[in-house]
């Protein structure tokens, strides 16, 4: 029995995300998704949108067909 998984290259967070401290933020999703740690990914709002900074995962959580994100933001390129 297979498992759906989802690779992915930058951090879409229709505005769902939670700052934990700082710079570090937490994001949600359903399903199981995979981000490369520790590179500079995109940040999106959507996935249509211009990209509002970069960031680097720190850590991924996957259990019960969802995935937490935690990331650190290292660069802002707006604040909306």
Partial sequence: MGMPLELQTLIVTKGKEKRVKDNLFILEKDGYRLYPL??????????????????????????DN??????ELIALHSTN
Avoid: N, W
């Avoid at 520790?38 to 259990?63: F, W, Y």
């Avoid at 969802?66 to 990331?71: A, D, E, L, P, S």
């Fill in 38 to 63: 520790d590179i500079p990914l995109e940040v999106r709002r959507t996935l249509q949108s211009e990209a509002s900074g970069q960031a680097v995962v720190k850590k991924l959580e996957l259990a």
């Fill in 66 to 71: 969802r995935t937490i994100v935690t990331y």
